[in-house]
């Protein structure tokens, strides 16, 4: 064993590990909101790079969506829900021809069912058409939705969405935190490493 070996050995032996802190248990889990729910949803996602744009009217919403898309060729932005399609497309919104995305998708765009504000959390599920592919593979993904969609904390989303699908709960309920995002290598903080690298959300 060489020398640098045995004294880095020797260190760890001989540190002092301090007793863990013991969890309290009786503490709560959830804090108190005094604000606007949209604005508590929108520090707590921007905390983690997502983007949030609370617009007060739809054509506010669709003028900062138009803003954002300017710089995209229509053929790369994917939605897949025809109901969403139909409120763009007669904004004069270009989208692709193709509801699916594909390789050259560079933005997908998907409502929600409910935004978490206590977390900052965007709540999708497979009832969504196409949102499996809309939120995961594309780079950016875009989500519209009312301040009506938002709620306290998590367990009034799975609330909500209970009475919504009542016995046939979607089979994949999903909860989107800020862009995907990792720090296994060296710790450096890397976005778009399992998913979109950019989350944007417009409420109106």
């Not at 001989?14 to 604005?39: C, T």
């Not at 929600?112 to 497979?126: I, N, P, Q, Y």
Request: aromatic share 8%; glycine share 4%.
């Amino acid at each position: 064993m060489s020398k640098a070996r045995q004294e880095i050995l020797n260190k760890l032996k001989n540190a002092v590990h301090p007793q863990p802190e013991k969890p309290d248990f009786d503490a709560p889990v959830y804090f108190s909101i005094d604000q606007p729910l949209d604005l508590v949803f929108k520090e707590n996602l921007e905390k983690v790079n997502g983007s949030v744009y609370i617009c007060e009217s739809e054509e506010e919403v669709i003028s900062e969506i138009k803003a954002f898309l300017s710089t995209y060729n229509p053929e790369n932005i994917a939605c897949a829900e025809s109901g969403l399609r139909q409120f763009l497309t007669s904004n004069n919104i270009q989208l692709s021809l193709s509801k699916e995305a594909s390789e050259t998708t560079e933005i997908g765009i998907t409502t929600c069912e409910f935004l978490v504000a206590h977390t900052g959390s965007v709540m999708v599920s497979s009832a969504i058409e196409g949102a499996r592919q809309s939120f995961v593979y594309p780079p950016v993904h875009l989500v519209i939705a009312r301040k009506n969609q938002i709620v306290d904390y998590l367990r009034s989303a799975y609330t909500e969405i209970q009475l919504k699908y009542g016995e046939k709960l979607p089979s994949q309920i999903t909860l989107i935190t800020g862009p995907s995002r990792t720090a296994d290598i060296e710790k450096t903080l890397v976005l778009g490493a399992h998913g979109p690298r950019e989350l944007k959300v417009y409420i109106y």
